[in-house]
């Protein structure tokens, strides 16, 4: 297990590296919390042994591994609530000075680290990666395996095919219970002088689902882009055909409510 965990945590990072861009953080690889990166690490590496077994013409341990696969990425989005709702307020930059936002009657604060305010490291802070980012990063694992799924379906067949087909919308499924969530319990734009919010000023206010949320429209589109290829790449069967039709009505809805809900923040 030890040696996983780098692995997998690079992996990650790239896929979190254009979210980081719009959270305001430094670059590199984010340190998850433990409770989510396990689960990271183990999907992560059950998704190279589906491949794998595919590959290998071992049928019955891919399904095995699919199998484990929709546990583990069940288990992250879990930690991943926990986090959300056990972190300290959100705050945003106004002329440097941090602005504490209070959040409607939700989850109890545990005062563990100061809040960054810039998207640098504040003294005493928490060196792990704060519940946007985190967030963001169950968000990408679902995403992998929804995109790992769609490259597995065009060979696979019978039992094989049919746990493909339910990794790949139990992916989807999962994304969007988590944008619901999320949507849901944001709190409303911080004010900035004069009243105006504070994310419309052209400035991105660090830390915040305004910031971080736009980051995953770039992989629905990926996903998009991936079922068209198949499609004109591929002979594909009716039956796959239908699937990859579903996933990709299923891709428009989530990225239009991501893009409605969470506009680019311009100039940032």
Do not use: C
Request: aromatic share 6%; charged share 15%; glycine share 8%.
């Amino acid at each position: 297990m030890k040696f996983l965990v780098p692995v997998a945590l690079v992996a990650l990072s790239l896929a979190v590296t254009a979210g980081s861009a719009f959270a305001g953080g430094d670059a590199g690889p984010p340190l998850y919390p433990s409770a989510v990166n396990v689960q990271l690490v183990r999907t992560e590496a059950l998704l190279q042994k589906a491949t794998d077994y595919q590959d290998e013409g071992d049928a019955a341990k891919a399904v095995a591994a699919l199998t484990a696969t929709r546990s583990h990425l069940k288990k992250a989005w879990t930690a991943a609530k926990y986090i959300i709702e056990h972190a300290p307020p959100p705050v945003a930059a106004d002329g440097g000075v941090a602005i504490r936002v209070k959040v409607p009657a939700k989850p109890k604060v545990v005062p563990k680290a100061k809040a960054h305010t810039s998207g640098g490291a504040v003294a005493g802070a928490s060196p792990f990666a704060d519940q946007y980012t985190t967030a963001l990063g169950v968000l990408n694992l679902q995403h992998d395996v929804a995109t790992t799924a769609l490259g597995m379906l065009d060979t696979a067949s019978g039992p094989l095919l049919s746990s493909v087909s339910t990794s790949l919308f139990y992916a989807l499924n999962a994304r969007d219970t988590a944008i619901a969530y999320i949507k849901k319990i944001q709190p409303p734009p911080v004010a900035a002088d004069g009243g105006v919010p504070a994310h419309s000023s052209g400035g991105a206010v660090a830390g915040s689902w305004a910031t971080v949320m736009p980051g995953v429209a770039p992989y629905i589109d990926d996903e998009v882009q991936q079922i068209e290829a198949l499609r004109a790449s591929t002979n594909l069967s009716p039956g796959r055909t239908t699937v990859l039709s579903k996933a990709e009505l299923q891709d428009i809805d989530t990225g239009k409510t991501i893009t409605q809900t969470w506009p680019p923040v311009v100039g940032g």
